[in-house]
């Protein structure tokens, strides 16, 4: 199983969606997304190991522009 990833536009999306996530007590981190799977971003996601779609929601509502998703398969 991969890991879920969150892509978005930049990297201070990236770190400003990880902070919004933690204050909803979700874990996430802002990690490079996989090569293939960058989609006119920076290059970074968000990894949320747990409650990806509840994530996914919280950050849509909180204006943070999702670009999709990804799954980074082995071990980081």
């Not at 490079?32 to 919280?58: F, L, M, Q």
Request: net charge positive; charged share 30%.
């Amino acid at each position: 199983m991969g890991k879920p990833m969150i892509m978005v536009n930049s990297i201070t999306y990236a770190m400003k969606g990880r902070d919004i996530l933690f204050s909803h007590g979700i874990k996430s981190y802002v990690e490079r997304t996989p090569r293939g799977n960058e989609i006119g971003g920076c290059g970074y996601s968000i990894y949320v190991p747990e409650r990806t779609d509840e994530a996914e929601k919280i950050l849509t509502d909180m204006g943070i522009k999702i670009l999709g998703r990804a799954e980074r398969d082995g071990i980081s």
